[in-house]
């Protein structure tokens, strides 16, 4: 804080609250930082100042205490000032400024040291305030997010938000087999495997860019897509700087990635328009399916192991046998590239794999039968708006016990619904969020393999929520 010598007359009308000043002395002081740069900073510097103690009086659900978090911020104030300038003359406006009540024309303490008293009185009562104030503030957010745990429509807002990781984007997440980790592929080329328990980051790798990533079913490797035409598998269990093998036999860039349920096979599928089996020890082929025509955008193998079902850009799926390679289904009722496949688990009453959830760029999630193709439940068009009829839809994931599925859309939400009537659960984020932010697009989600939480990934962060 220095100002130059021409301000001096205005120095202390700088450091008045606003409310302190008289009409005339207010208009005045606004014609004059339009025109000094110096005194504009500081009137910006102290308007800041003064908006972020505020801001944390309203955290702690006790707006009485700002008066008195105002006037101790005068101390920190005036220990900047003589360490870096030794101007004093501006000491006694400040600590004016943050004085309630008090108007501009009212006298002010009269020494150093009886301003410092009334700073050590006031900071005693602070420091005594907010010990009181703890307990309850701690009572009253714990209710608050135990209710919000309870209650799925009431925590729209409540997220673990892990530290921010990159400026860039995150293509790809997926949870560990034992929900303690959680991987992601970023648009800085980077693998990051994070702690799914506090968000420190486990393991970093030079990937290169890709958008899709998957676990080994034992939860000791992961399959990550590389640029252009190349997947690499790295070993998690010894957090190796090299990956174990490279597989470069697709033309064309590579879009999905799918370990087999018995960890011995991989599933790749690429914009050269096959799907690739392959083995995950050597990176030998064992099959091609070359049915598509068009880019093949997702691919996943069923829990049995037996079949496989791939989307591709023309919006249809189709359903195959592993090991005879031969097409069983054709689904054809997207009017979109496919984004997603996925094999339905086991739920109650029915056994997992008799449908197929596949979502698209028209902006519906569809669920039909595996064996025929036939829809099952109504399409599910809730991502759908006036403002866009087709927006589309990145990614989905089953909930682990198969009546619930949560889906991204491009606007930055994620929806958690019923299965079994379409109902909305939960939305995430708040709209009004999105609104003010239109570039949290969502392009990967993942539900935990046995429990309620779910992890998204879009821009600079990873969120994990419970629906």
């Known amino acids: 804080m220095k100002f130059s010598s021409s301000c001096e007359d205005w120095s202390e009308k700088l450091a008045f609250r606003m409310e302190d000043l008289s009409p005339e002395e207010l208009a ?43 006037a101790t911020r005068y101390e920190q ?33 009269s020494s150093l040291w ?5 700073i050590w009185a006031t900071m005693g009562i602070a420091c005594l305030l907010l010990t009181i104030s703890i307990p309850f503030v701690t009572t009253y957010y714990t209710r608050k997010f135990d209710n919000a745990w309870a209650h799925p429509m009431a925590n729209k807002q409540f997220s673990l938000k892990l530290p921010l990781i990159h400026h860039g984007w995150a293509h790809a997440i997926a949870w560990s087999p034992d929900n303690n980790y959680i991987a992601s592929l970023w648009d800085d080329d980077k693998l990051l495997v994070l702690d799914a328990h506090n968000g420190n980051t486990v393991m970093e790798e ?8 998957a676990w080994s079913p034992d939860g000791t490797k992961i399959a990550a897509i590389g640029s252009n035409d190349l997947v690499q598998i790295w070993d998690f269990s ?10 470069k036999q697709h033309s064309l860039p590579v879009n999905a990635v799918s370990w087999s349920p018995d960890g011995t096979k991989i599933a790749s599928a690429s914009d050269d328009g096959t799907v690739h089996i392959w ?24 829990h049995d192991g037996k079949y496989l079902a791939s989307g591709d850009e023309l919006g249809k799926v189709f359903v195959w046998d592993a090991t005879t390679i031969k097409t069983l289904v054709v689904y054809t009722g997207h009017r979109g590239a496919i984004t ?47 403002q866009d009829p087709n927006g589309p839809i990145f990614s989905i994931s089953w909930s682990p016990d198969g009546t619930k599925m949560a889906s991204a859309n491009y606007d930055g939400t994620v929806r958690v619904w019923m299965i079994q009537n379409d109902k909305d659960l939960s939305i995430y984020p708040d709209i009004a969020d999105i609104a003010r932010n239109r570039s949290n697009w969502v392009f990967a989600i993942d539900w935990s393999h046995n429990d309620n939480r779910i992890v998204s990934a879009g821009a600079e962060n990873i969120f994990i929520f419970q629906p």
């Open 340 to 386: 997603t496949v996925l094999w339905s688990p086991a739920s109650a009453g029915r056994a997992a794999d008799t449908s197929i959830a596949s979502a698209s760029y028209d902006g519906t999630v569809q669920i039909w039968n595996s064996l025929t193709g036939q829809l099952m439940q109504p399409i599910y068009t809730s991502h759908k708006t006036a």
């Open 206 to 213: 030079p990937s290169g860019w890709g958008s899709a990533l």
């Open 77 to 109: 104030i005036q220990y900047e000032q003589r360490r870096r300038t030794g101007v004093s003359r501006l000491l006694r406006p400040l600590y004016q400024r943050w004085q309630p009540h008090r108007s501009a024309t009212r006298d002010r303490p």
């Open 238 to 247: 010894h957090r190796l700087n090299t990956a174990l093998l490279s597989y």
């Open 28 to 70: 005045g002081l606004q014609v004059h930082i339009t025109t000094c740069l110096a005194c504009r900073e500081q009137f910006e510097e102290y308007q800041d100042m003064e908006q972020d103690l505020r801001e944390y009086a309203q955290t702690l659900q006790a707006p009485d205490i700002l008066d008195i978090l105002l």
């Open 114 to 118: 009886e301003q410092k008293k009334v």
């Open 279 to 302: 083995n995950a020890q050597t990176g030998a082929d064992i099959a091609v399916y070359q049915e598509h025509a068009s880019r093949v955008r997702s691919v996943a193998w069923s």
